[in-house]
Nanobody
Framework: QVQLVESGGGLVQAGGSLRLSCADS????????MGWFRQAPAKEREFVGA????????YYADSLKGRFIISRDNAKNTVYLQMNSLKPEDTAVYYC??????WGIGPNLVWTDFGSWGQGTQVTVSS
């Protein structure tokens, strides 16, 4: 079972970049596809993107394509979310999540498709 811990959040000015990390302290990281979600105050949890167990494929929310990039390093049990050209509307708590790799990934995943979650990390983008 995965045990996920996010890091790397913080305060950044609009136009800046941040890289979030999500580390798994377990031993089965490569058994899982990974996703990133975000939730702004008074809004539903939103799909950011997902990456397959071996990094061979990835999907993103249409509104984030070209600005956000997901990668993973299975040797380090870590998945990353590189966020570029940040906007104030990107302000949210960002969560990583895991789902068994045999279930695959796609462009229309929702939070209920993932069974394991990190605690979240706050990202605030100032204008």
């Amino acid at each position: 079972q995965v045990q996920l811990v996010e890091s790397g959040g913080g305060l950044v000015q609009a136009g800046g970049s941040l890289r979030l990390s999500c580390a798994d302290s377990g031993r089965t990281f490569s058994s899982y596809a990974m996703g990133w979600f975000r939730q702004a105050p008074a809004k539903e949890r939103e799909f950011v993107g997902a990456i397959s167990w071996n990094g061979g494929s990835s999907y993103y929310a249409d509104s984030l394509k070209g600005r956000f990039i997901i990668s993973r390093d299975n040797a380090k049990n870590t998945v990353y979310l590189q966020m570029n050209s940040l906007k104030p509307e990107d302000t949210a708590v960002y969560y990583c999540a895991a789902r068994l790799r045999d279930w695959g990934i796609g462009p229309n995943l929702v939070w209920t498709d993932f069974g394991s979650w990190g605690q979240g990390t706050q990202v605030t983008v100032s204008s």
